[in-house]
């Protein structure tokens, strides 16, 4: 059990026997009345969001859940298979259950699968990623307005905006949560 000053964003919480991801949170003191905290809780099992209020001094039940280090390993059907590089496990999580993330899911890629009652529910991505550009097209000479953006495509298929001075074979890093271009790396 957890109090209301312990949530979070990140916190999992489980919700009539169902685990929640917390989005986002907010503590509201009205001008009368009791303090409250308002939260977007995200449902782990079926990635609904729903909106929950608990006053202050109400107390909420973590979630059951084990978030493991895994390193993706490769596609197979509907499923991502993903392997414990301690233990050698692999475990294979659902399509569904990834989601939009797996645009950026390289090979090699380290991620927290989170397991629910041992059942593989989801999984959190690294803050960002690295990524090779595969294919962008040349920036216009002279397009030089402040900004600029073109598509590029990544060694994954996904498609960002990039800066025109973006070339192909060119490493870049990418932000997880927006799929925005962060910085270009040298490697």
């Not at 009368?32 to 609904?48: A, D, E, P």
Request: aromatic share 8%; proline share 4%.
């Amino acid at each position: 059990m957890a109090s209301t000053t312990d949530i979070r964003k990140g916190l999992k919480i489980q919700i009539d026997g169902v685990p929640f991801h917390i989005v986002e949170h907010q503590f509201v003191k009205p001008g009368k009345g009791q303090s409250f905290t308002r939260c977007r809780v995200r449902n782990l099992v079926n990635g609904s969001v729903v909106e929950r209020t608990w006053k202050s001094g109400d107390s909420v039940e973590l979630a059951d859940v084990e978030d493991r280090k895994m390193t993706y390993s490769w596609e197979e059907g509907d499923n991502y298979v993903f392997m414990d590089t301690n233990t050698g496990d692999q475990i294979y999580v659902g399509k569904e259950k990834v989601g939009d993330e797996s645009r950026f899911l390289a090979e090699g890629l380290e991620v927290e699968v989170t397991l629910f009652n041992g059942n593989p529910i989801g999984i959190d991505m690294p803050p960002n990623v690295i990524m090779q550009v595969v294919a962008s097209e040349p920036g216009v000479k002279g397009d030089t307005a402040s900004g600029a953006t073109k598509p590029a495509t990544l060694v994954t298929g996904a498609t960002v905006n990039v800066p025109l001075f973006i070339k192909e074979g060119e490493w870049i890093k990418i932000d997880t949560a927006t799929g925005q271009y962060q910085e270009r790396i040298n490697k």
